[in-house]
């Protein structure tokens, strides 16, 4: 699911993919003082460098952290992955509803019944029309954006003629649209079972569920875009205060923990303090001068060191492969010419930036496609890039690059006089770690007489580089899957529909007959030879170049003396954050 | 003549009674302050050096961009210390030559803090000169003007406006990446800059309007371009360099705020700012480094500072000495 800042800091993205993972994450994850009964009471204090999340409305986050994180206090949805350690933790079980979906139809029909008792933070009740109704936002996709954009896809709504749905969301009176969308997901005459129609079979529906997309709004305290700064709470936790220097949330009086089998709220207050300087969150964890306070990103690799040799921080740190594939998205558009972005990704100095990075130890290993290791079932190693490929050498292969620029001289002279001259701009989120990584990438690049610059975005980083008027040429990206199928990857990042088709590959000459297949793998419902299916598309994307593929990622997190019950979430890729207590 | 003049010599046993021009009183009595001098000789020392960058790079054989990544440990620090081939060691997490960064780097520095001096300078001759010539209506817009600018919480403005304004100077096309944020910085300090120099300027052109030397030039017919560039310029000069010799080591230092902060140039260029920045990053694994980045700044800046008190003490008609 999501995407996360290819360089190590940067937001932490989720989630996903459990099923497959397992074994290797739960051994690296540690528990702090899990033998000790939680207590309630006191304020955990997340510190965070950028000066705000991306979103907050549950409809439009989609970034593994915060979906975590907010999914963990405020937004309840109809299923859950069950928050405790280990395998398990990747199980769904029912939150809202009073089960996790009863398929029929061959899964074309998706039945969830809701439990009695849950209310907004308004006391109001949640029925099956405020589900329904949050489900219609996400159609309104001019005001509702950078959400998944699955229920657009699979829900049974017709089509008009650009292949768009009929409906436009409810913030456009259009009757014959809202018949249609309410055909699709209906509800029962007691308001208590939504039913959804998919125009195919979805076999994992459900886990769909776990997202803030489908979940509860109350129409009339719906105020489109705004939504997103002060969204309502179904948790047991609601928002206090959403300024620029901090988010606090404080307990949701109007929830009953009878209705809520999966939250057990420890502390009074959860407070986000905003952009702190990564150096200065490392200091105060380091230091423990806040005993209360968790880092919201990672420690930056240059402090790695301190935080996993020191004996003393034992309890209070964490590290765990991480389920994102890292990438730069070429923008197609803008570089059109294939030669070059190979010649890219060769001469790319992936051993530097790895070792800068804090090496395998930290920062993960060379990827060799967008399906990433974790997500067993659909990976094997391309052989196209990175280990196990040809001309794959970790500091750069410069010869081969040469000869692809040298070949690009006579092929596409425009691209090679922009790749050479003006200079080819790079989007990546605004970090200290820009003043060695810029230097170390120039060097490298110029190795193959490109010239790059980049474009340091300090906030709302996806939203800018998802805009294709605001993209540079290439974008520091990456993606976890959603959940334990490719489905949720190679479509999604490279097919016409996909919802995080950042390479802008529409007019690429091997898109057409890529994207045919892709949607033939789609329908595949025998797994086995779906997984077929998907290794070999990893593969073909590869040799297309759409994205220059970097690490499958690990993920560090450090926190205080005083928090306790942390333990590696593995669907979500992060820590619990809903199971953290304050222990002093 | 002669010989009169040497009897009179011959007779008096005392030296020769020499008619000293202004100028050379001041430089004399600059000579005399030995912490000035030395500030000075630094000072040019210093701006040379980063002035011919590339040429003393080249002859102590350092290059500001090769990285020697195979010399850093797991946490990007180096493994060798100071020697001869990095006369002040490496950079952490590039392992790029510090001696030539810090070179290299300040004459970005320099660079900024010259150009908005220069323009701020101009700017404000002109506003001065013109307020404290013609007096009454102009004077009165033109002071209003400033006293507008002067209330203006710059910093904020420069913070604000970074990227837009450097966006549209890329969308328009004058210049790209480094080179337009170097223009924004020039252009933004120095528009803030301006009215202090103005200020200045127009007290010292309103004493000196009133004075002997200009009132016999306008008798004797001379016109209004002839005063302001004959009599009046040549007499502003003490003031502005003294404002000069301070208003460049404020720069510098400011310069370093705003690329410390991001918002000033960006890698992989350098500067002091972004050594700085850079530099509090390792500052626990790696003190020295932010000790040289910070010391030497401090150093020309004290060295700067120094120059202008000095002359100013030496251009002052009615100090001590």
Known sequence: MSNISALRRAVVVTAASALAVSAVMVAGATSASAAVTPRAGGILTFLEHTPRLDHYDPSRIYTGRDLAFMNSFMTRTLVAYNPVPGAAGANLVPDLATNTGVPSNSAKTWKFTLRPGSTFEDGVKVTCESVQYGVSRVFATDVITDGPGYLQAWLDIPKDADGNSVFKGPYKKDAAG????????????DNRTITFQLNKSVADFN?????????????????????????????????????????????????????????????????????????????????????????????LSTNNDKFFSEASM?????????????????????????????????SRNAKALLD???????????????????????????????????????????????????????????????????????????????????????????????????????????????????????????????????????????????????????????????????NIAMKTTDRAAQSKMWKALDAEAMKAFWV????????????????????????????????????? | MGSKSETIHGTRSVGVIQGRSPRQIAWMRFKRNKVGVSAGIVSLTLLLLSLCAPIVAKIINVDPDTLNLDVLDVSGIPEVGISWDHPLGLI??????????????????????????????TIGLFVGIIGGYFKGRIDNYLGRFTDFLLAFPAFFMIVALNQPMVARIEESGIAQGNSARIIFLVFFLSFFGWPGFSRLVRSQVLSLREREFVTAAQAMGATRWRVITKELIPNLWAPVIVVVSLSLPGYLAAEAVYSFLGLGVQPPASTWGILLSNATRYVTVMP????????????????????????????DPKAER
């Open chain 1, 356 to 518: 800068y990075a804090g090496g395998s130890t930290y920062a993960g290993s060379y990827a060799t496609g967008v399906i990433s290791p974790l997500l067993a079932t659909d990976y094997t190693p391309t052989k196209v890039v990175g280990p196990g490929s040809a001309d794959f050498i970790p500091e750069g292969n410069i010869p081969k690059a040469k000869a692809l620029m040298e070949t690009a001289k006579t092929k596409c002279p425009a691209d090679y006089k922009k790749a050479t001259e003006t200079g080819i701009k790079i989007d990546v989120r605004q970090s200290v770690t820009l003043n060695d990584t810029i230097p170390i990438d120039t060097a490298a690049y110029a190795r193959a007489g490109i010239k790059v610059t980049f474009n340091p975005i300090s906030s709302g980083y996806y939203p800018t580089v998802m805009n294709p008027e605001k993209q540079s040429d290439l974008s520091a990206s990456g993606w976890g899957a959603d959940w334990a199928n490719a489905s949720t990857v190679i479509p999604e990042l490279f097919a016409s529909y996909g919802g995080f088709n950042i390479s802008q590959n529409l007019g690429d000459p091997a898109q057409k007959a890529f994207e045919d297949k892709v």
């Open chain 1, 207 to 299: 886990y769909l569920a776990t997202y803030g997309v489908i979940s509860p709004v109350q129409a009339s305290k719906d105020t489109g875009d705004k939504y997103d700064l002060r969204p309502q709470s179904t948790g047991p936790y609601k928002i206090e205060e959403n300024s620029k220097t901090q988010m606090k949330l404080v307990r949701n009086s109007k929830w009953s923990r009878a209705s809520d089998p999966v939250r057990t709220p420890y502390p009074d207050e959860v407070v986000i303090l905003f952009g702190y300087d990564e150096e200065v969150i490392d200091q105060i964890i380091l230091g423990d001068t806040i005993p209360t306070a968790v880092s919201f990103g990672e420690p």
């Open chain 1, 178 to 189: 809202l018949a249609a969308f309410k055909k699709a997901v209906s509800c029962s005459k």
């Open chain 2, 92 to 121: 952490p997490g590039t392992g790029r030559d510090f001696l030539a960064q810090l070179l290299f780097g300040s004459r970005i520095s320099f660079l900024i803090a010259i150009l908005t001096t220069l323009t701020a300078l």
């Open chain 1, 314 to 346: 034992k309890n209070r740190r964490m590290n765990n492969p991480d389920p994102y594939a890292r990438y730069f998205a070429f923008n197609v558009k803008a570089m059109p010419c294939l030669e070059i972005r190979q010649a890219m990704y060769y």
């Open chain 2, 288 to 315: 020295s480094f932010f000790l040289i980045a910070a010391g030497s700044l401090v150093i020309v800046v004290l060295a700067f500072n120094l120059v202008g008190d000095a002359l100013r003490d030496a251009l």
């Open chain 1, 548 to 584: 220059l593929p970097t690490i499958f990622g690990k993920a560090q997190f450090v926190w205080g003396s005083q928090v306790g019950g942390v333990f590696f979430w593995v669907p979500q890729g992060n820590p619990a954050f809903g199971k953290m207590w304050i222990n002093n």
